[in-house]
């Protein structure tokens, strides 16, 4: 079955950066929208970043200006590069892909902890 493989989480200290990674393990068809999403300790997940197959991107108000989506539709890759980290980023972040046909592709999640 296509799994979601995830990498660039850590620790950083506020002010710095980190790019996370997240590529399936064969071609996904049809894919609509490529997306990160983040659950924060004591929150619900909430959706960081997205990018559709047109390339049009959407962030949430509390990461514009600083994290970046971008993908690889041949490679079946998204990539979310965060810049001037907060304190406020720690979360773990999840990967999901949805196809043209509402089938939903999620990764494991991977933590990123921002330390002030």
């Known amino acids: 079955q296509v799994q979601l493989v995830e990498s660039g989480g850590g620790l950083v200290q506020a002010g710095g950066s980190l790019r996370l990674s997240c590529v399936a393990n064969?071609?996904?068809?049809?894919?609509?929208?490529w997306a990160w999403y983040r659950q924060a300790p004591g929150k619900q997940r909430e959706l960081a970043a997205s990018i559709t197959y047109s390339g049009t991107t959407n962030y949430a108000d509390s990461v514009k200006g600083r994290f970046t989506i971008s993908r690889d539709s041949a490679k079946s890759t998204v990539y979310l590069q965060m810049n001037s980290l907060k304190s406020e980023d720690t979360a773990v972040y999840y990967c999901?892909?949805?196809?043209?046909?509402?089938?939903?592709?999620w990764g494991k999640g991977t933590l990123v902890t921002v330390s002030s």
């Open positions: 999901n892909f949805l196809t043209h046909y509402a089938v939903n592709y």
């Open positions: 064969q071609k996904i068809s049809s894919i609509n929208t």
